[in-house]
């Protein structure tokens, strides 16, 4: 202070000019073209459009113009169209509980305006005249008056123009123009209702119709072959409304691009539903592959929060406990449904590739044999023990009515595969390829079984079932067997010896590093009592837990039903195939082992008729 004068001291912090702030923010939400065709689209939804065109220059990086028939915007609200977080979906804090539309931050069209050169027409459907305003680089000009259709055109030129630093992370054309209708394919399954046009560079490259239905969609997008296989979902608990389709193990992937899930109309990507689709195939499908679905989960908005991330792709559900065991149950019943059962065609098509063959036209068409009825007469069974499995003597008695289960859903169209489940009453012949494989005539085909898995998946169920019944039956040993172990799997074991028990294995331990096991499983035929507690043991090691958790439990019984079971290179009589393929068909699904493997692979007369050229 000098000569009565105070100095002012300048500071350096200071507030962002506003380009800079929304340039900041399109770094956030406007990533790629693929990012504003995302938003563009999704302003158009919650302006109501029933038809949306989405044209591309140059992978969109060029140019992207979407035109929609929604509501339009007068000229107050084309004003405030390019300022930031002004928005129409939002009025007070308490809104954000229960957000029903697609966008409601403001952010992307002053983001897109910021890195582009960007105009919107706009004309309400009760003006004669439309508006139109500009935003080159954050610098905006109008809105002036323009003709044109009701509904809204937005067009983005030159993307991250001046921002050269953005623009050159771009990628090719191909792969820009793959992210874009990526996310155009997943926005037309996630909005039935709504018709979907793409053109790039002139070309129509991508369309759905506004009447096309979830399957059209799908099968319009990803092709026939996966649709047909699809089975349809629908279940709801009050407040979960789950609907879809699942497809069979066999379509699995190794990625999860097939993995589509839509919560309330907004395609999602989210840890609880990931883990749902994972749970819903656990025993069906091989670790490491991704399941394919597409499903719709409904719920009241105020039960999740969808402002987790700016590109709202993540969410965070409040009830995610309750919501996950309705899903996973849900999931469980339909994966059950679907035709596991590895397809013929597909290892054929396999082999002649091996080969170096064609899969060409071949000679006339094989005409239709018609269904094949077996010779004998449906079987009666009634139980034997001693036999390698629990194996039970056929009768010929013939019942009342055909022995079978329901076709999956999505098969009932076809009249054929109808008539020949109703006709399948395994009467044999039986073929037994390399004490491993069992073959056998089917009506409209033929079938190659593996005897140890299916005989697995038998034992399994079976377990499962006791567990869940109430408790496993257990064969006590008149002298236990004794098991060596290491000295810290035998206290890990020992530990956990009443855990154990719930699952049928009685043990206790017998020095520092012997247990001895007084009982196993009654429904273990032939055990291998010191594989299974030293499986036991090797999976309480590595999870680090109890076998409480369900999860754990049935790895154990996994494990013991496996080496329990029928083997590759055991002999078996065409009355012990018979009733394995019995005892298998009663189940809910006998179409993989608990490890996912698949248990039987069909050839339909299609496929001979391809491998032997009449087709």
């Known amino acids: 202070m000098q000569g009565g004068q105070e100095s002012v001291e300048t500071g350096v912090i200071r507030e962002l000019p506003e380009l800079v702030k929304n340039q900041i923010a399109a770094g956030e939400v406007i990533e790629r073209p693929a990012s504003v065709v995302k938003e563009l689209i999704e302003n158009s939804l919650d302006a109501g459009a029933r038809h949306i065109e989405i044209e591309l220059e140059e992978g969109g990086a060029k140019r992207i113009r979407i035109t929609d ?8 609200d084309l004003c405030m169209a390019f300022v930031p977080h002004a928005t129409s979906k939002l009025r007070e804090v308490e809104d954000l509980d229960h957000i029903a539309s697609l ?19 706009s004309r309400p459907a009760d003006r004669s005249t439309g508006l139109r305003i500009v935003n080159e680089g954050g610098r905006i000009e109008g809105p002036v008056d323009a003709g044109g259709p009701a509904g809204t055109s937005l067009d983005v030129r030159d993307l991250f123009f001046n921002t050269p630093a953005r623009r050159r992370f771009l990628k090719r054309t191909s792969t820009e123009l793959s992210r874009c209708l990526d996310v155009v394919q997943r926005t037309a399954l996630a909005q039935p209702g709504v018709g979907f046009v793409v053109v790039h560079n002139g070309k129509r490259v991508y369309d759905v119709e506004a009447a096309m239905d979830l399957r059209g969609r799908i099968r319009r997008t990803f092709g026939a072959e996966l649709e047909k296989d699809l089975v349809a979902i629908d279940a709801d608990d009050g407040r979960h409304r789950l609907q879809g389709f699942v497809a069979p193990p066999r379509f699995a992937r190794r990625d999860a691009s097939r993995q589509l899930w839509f919560l309330n109309g907004r395609p ?60 996973v149950n849900s999931m469980r019943e339909a994966v059950a449904t ?38 004998a007469p449906p079987l ?17 008695s013939a019942p009342s009515a055909p022995v079978g289960r329901p076709l999956p859903a999505g098969a009932a169209s076809d009249s054929r595969a109808i008539a020949s489940a109703a006709e399948d009453r395994l009467a044999g012949p039986f073929l037994q390829v390399a004490k491993t494989y069992l073959v056998r005539a089917l009506p409209d085909g033929f079938e190659i079984v593996d005897q140890h898995a299916l005989h697995e998946r038998i034992t399994y169920e079976r377990l499962l079932s006791e567990l869940r019944g109430g408790g496993i039956e257990v064969q006590g040993f008149l002298v236990p067997e004794l098991v060596e172990l290491s000295r810290a ?41 010191e594989g299974l507690v030293r499986d036991v043991a090797e999976i309480l090691a590595r999870t680090g837990k109890a076998p409480a958790p369900e999860e754990i439990i049935e790895e154990v019984l996994h494990r013991a039903a496996c080496r329990s079971s029928v083997m590759a290179g055991d002999t078996l009589s065409e009355d012990e195939i018979r009733t394995l ?35």
């Open 69 to 76: 028939d929604g509501c339009g915007m007068n000229a107050a």
């Open 380 to 396: 009666v069974v009634r139980e034997v023990p001693g036999k390698p499995f629990d194996a039970r003597v056929v009768s010929t």
């Open 489 to 529: 799997e035998t206290e890990l074991v020992s530990g956990h010896a009443e855990e154990l028990a719930q699952v049928g294995i009685q043990l206790g331990q017998l020095g520092e590093s012997t247990v001895a096991v007084h009982g196993v499983p009654a429904r273990l035929k032939s055990p291998d009592v």
């Open 581 to 615: 393929l019995e005892r298998g068909r009663a189940l809910e699904s006998d179409q993989t082992c608990p490890h996912a493997r698949p248990t039987r692979v069909k050839f339909t007369l299609a496929d001979l008729e391809k491998a032997f050229h009449r087709r």
């Open 338 to 375: 679907t035709d596991m059962s590895t397809p013929g065609e597909a290892m054929l098509k396999s082999a002649w590739r091996r080969e170096g063959r064609e899969d060409t036209p071949g000679q006339a068409h094989l005409g239709d044999p018609g269904v094949l009825r077996p010779a």
């Open 268 to 327: 999602v990507r989210d840890r609880v539903l990931i883990r749902t689709v994972k749970e819903g195939y656990r025993g069906f499908l091989v670790e490491g592959k991704q399941a394919v679905v597409f499903l719709h989960l409904s719920m009241d908005p105020s039960l999740v929060d969808v402002n987790v991330h700016p590109a709202k792709s993540e969410v965070r559900f409040r009830e995610d406990r309750r919501m996950f065991g309705f899903l």
């Open 103 to 121: 966008g409601f931050r403001g952010e992307a069209l002053a983001s897109i305006g910021s890195v582009s050169r960007a105009s919107i027409y």
